[in-house]
């Protein structure tokens, strides 16, 4: 047998090319059911004119799980999508997050634009706390005035004493204190000012004396000998130099500690010192100032 009549033959080829035709419009057919994706592109800008893009933004279709990110321009675009109604939403630093929809035809493109708008920074709070405020009594402060008006008097700041706590406090007056002499006695140093006699007193230590010249010293029977300055600590006078006896003597400036001390002023007389320091004595005033706690 030669393998069928050419009829048979010419039908077979009919049948193969049918076959062929049909499968090409099957497939066409199965084409035309399955809709064409499309992008989504747009810019991304901080004002409505479109002038200032905004790099950096992310863009997702959470629907799709799908992304994409801002060029620095502003400008975006999204991969191919299945057409439809999408709901588009940005995220940036620093800027309100902004959403919109938009719906992706199967012929073309679709356009969408954001105006994104600055958005305050919120920052950790900072909680912050301030030191009790040291209270300074009113004689203290009173001391600190007169220092930095540097209005009359000699004064010895704290820092001073700080320096030199270690050292009698006699002698860190003796260099600081112009005008202000010290009596030793024995173990006991006391101030005294030259101004009426002063070591030319003809007379023991604690006695009502005369000066040199033979005439009461400061016209007055009352003042002691060698004048004795007086003293007061904190505001309160320590001794009262008309009334000096070895029952009441001057201050020893070596009984006080330097240590204990935050501020010290020497008025050279009376007149000089302030009006509530003023005492019957010419002989002026010493005020020492304890440190406060």
Known sequence: MSGGTSIERSTDRSIARLLVVLAAVVSNAAAAQVPAKRSIIGNVTSDSAGVHGIGGVELTIRALGVGTRSNWMGEFRFPPIPPGTWLVETRRVGYRSASDSVTVGPN??????????????????????????????????????????????????????????????????????????????????????????????????????????????????????????????????????????????????????????????????????PAEYQGASPCGALLLWTREK
Do not use: W
């Open 108 to 273: 073309a493109d679709a356009s969408l634009n954001f105006v994104l708008h600055p958005a305050p920074v919120t920052l950790d709070s900072v909680v912050t706390r301030a030191d009790a405020q040291k209270y300074i009594s009113p004689n203290l402060r009173g001391f600190m005035e007169r220092m930095n008006s540097h209005q009359g008097g000699y004064f010895i700041a704290d820092s001073v004493l700080r320096q030199n706590e270690s050292k009698p406090f006699s002698s860190i007056l003796e260099s600081r204190a112009p005008g202000l002499e010290l009596y030793r006695s024995g173990n006991n140093v006391y101030a005294i000012t030259g101004r009426y006699g002063g070591a030319a007193a003809q007379c023991g230590v604690f006695q009502r004396c005369k000066g040199a010249d033979g005439k009461p010293i400061a016209s007055s029977s009352q003042v002691p000998q060698r004048c004795y300055v007086t003293v007061f600590l904190d505001g309160v006078q320590l001794f009262d130099p008309a009334q000096v006896s070895p029952r009441s003597p001057p201050t020893n400036l070596n009984s006080i500690e330097a240590t204990n001390l935050t501020g010290v002023e020497y008025y050279p007389s009376s007149q000089s010192a």
